[in-house]
């Protein structure tokens, strides 16, 4: 059978209007297509056309999984930020004008569809190119592979089941032709999976870039597609495409019903090719000398001598460090993360010059402060040995906690004895922060935030300032500072490269496979223990039986499984990962039906600031597991099916 070309909403979304209308645009054309590929100048642009609809997730007006979710929380009325994803988090999608829509790009979403039809376009012509060596094309011919490949899957964690673009539709196609339905997402995984296979076993794809930023980083390498494969087929292992009975009404048509385009029941076997293709690329990986990153004292000013100092910086810089990044994979250079720096960063010392300082205004609520260990290593409601019910309630700062809070100062003990990536990734009210600030502040000492009424990092204004209490200290890099006026200006930020996929997620991703698989064991234990190793942490074991009320939960599969949930959620805090995990474990509608909360900010008593409040009732149905598809696609493709529930 003929493989499945285009539907008619690509068609009609390039001509912007009727398919009669497209058809007889395509014609003149075509000359500028052959005029694309007739030398290598031209199709090399026609090549970074295919990578320029790689998401901007470092910009967090562009990721959908930084703001639609509940990682963090925006003033109402918000400012400064597009509401278009918050929007979805506050329970505001539609079916008639879709916010964030990939499949037709309206309201901050990109035209997924279109940048198929590039990718399609340039593998088709690409070999008619004379003036270029055959290893160079062939490179740019796996590089598309790969684009093919993720631009399906993030359609696919979007909206399930899709048509498959496997080639484009030739002029003078019927109208018949061009009504194209969703297939099976079994059939779209394994689509994903042939694309990244035909590009991995390319030969002149490399296995990483070696070197410091120029023209080559961010270009896909091998290290990169076998990590996808790896994302790819852990996801469709994953209980939202495997074994989902709550979407068994979206079926194929047919006189005896149809088929669900999701299979209600679960096929173990998914999770053993999963592992596989975890394992083989954490060893590429490794042959090619990627680790996890850990503290560097030559990047880093000399007087950071601290154990404890040490630790911290080196979770940050497993995502920050753009240039000796031993651990990420995938940097995504199409997308660097400079603003997001300012928007994060809170006022630690002196007053910002009103547009150019500190904004602070991607606020976590408590529930991402609740979600990370003890320093023991387990949850804050299992640990034997720590005030769970005393969390809200205020305690002094002695000497001892002169890393973590401000000595001799009040805050909740929420704050104290918690693990080191609480105090990497989040900052607080009399909560330490390291460097980042210079001239009258010394770059050598210990700054701390000052958040409650009239202080530094307190409101401002109207906008400016944490609706939570909270700042994501993790995402912003050593090399970003701010002078003694307080000003953290686009002059001396430091971007970096989005970090797309890192070794940890990798050994998580491994872990979670081989649970699934032979349950709780020494080599399941590994891959967890090596993540919590660099972020200061005993393992597992020692963890659970020591700490923990449910001292033998690590023994079971199931309790294994909601640790290693957690350990990534912890893990990977902020990198736009919680948003798809939680869907894919089939998670969301229980943690995203949860209050936002936060602190009394505008408050300055430390017992009056320490309040928490409800800033939303957040909702999340089972039909949000899935983008809904617009109307007037709808109407264009009378075989398209609609998501259920919308």
Known sequence: MKNIKIIALILVLLS????????????????????????RSTAEKFLFTCYSYMPRHGDMNNNPAFNAGDEVWYMDPIRDVDPDYWNIARGMQNVGNPLGSYWTGKNQGIK???????????????????????????????????????????????YGPIPLIKENLPVGSSPEEVQVPRVHVDSCFSYMVQLLNEAAANDALPAKIVGTEGTELGRITKSIVLALKAKVLVTAASPLFNGNSDFANLKTEGKDGGVPLINPVADAKKWEVAAAACKEAIDFCHSNLYSLQRYNPALNPSWIVNDTIKTQLGIRMAVTEKEFNTEVIWANTTSRAADLQRWTMPILAGGAVSGSGPKGILAPPIKMAELFYTKNGVPITEDKTWDYAGRFQLKTATPADTFYIRKNEQTVKLHFDREPRFYADLAFDRGVWYGNWVNNYSIGNMLFVKARRAEFAARQGVSNFSVTGYWIKKLINMGTVGASDGNVTGSNQNPYPWPEIRLADLY???????????????????????????????????SWENFSNQSTRHTTKTGLRDIIHQERLIELAFEGQRFWDLRRWREAHIVLNAPIRGWSTEQQDPAAYYKPVVQWSQTFKLRDYFWPIDQDEMLRNKKLLQNPGW
Request: net charge negative.
């Open 508 to 542: 998580l991703l491994y872990a979670e496979a081989l649970n699934e698989v032979n349950g709780p064991g020494a080599e399941t234990y590994r891959w967890i223990d090596e993540v919590r190793n660099r972020a200061g942490l005993p393992t597992v074991a020692y």
């Open 16 to 39: 912007g209007g009727s398919c009669k209308k497209y058809l007889d645009v395509v014609p003149d054309q075509v000359g500028t297509i052959d005029n694309a590929f007739t030398q």
């Open 112 to 158: 997924m569809f279109t940048a198929l039809r590039d990718c399609n376009i340039f593998l088709a012509n690409i070999d008619k190119v004379r003036d270029m060596e055959a290893i160079e094309r062939e490179r740019w011919k796996a590089e598309v592979l790969f684009l093919k490949a993720y631009y399906n899957f993030y359609l696919v964690r979007m």
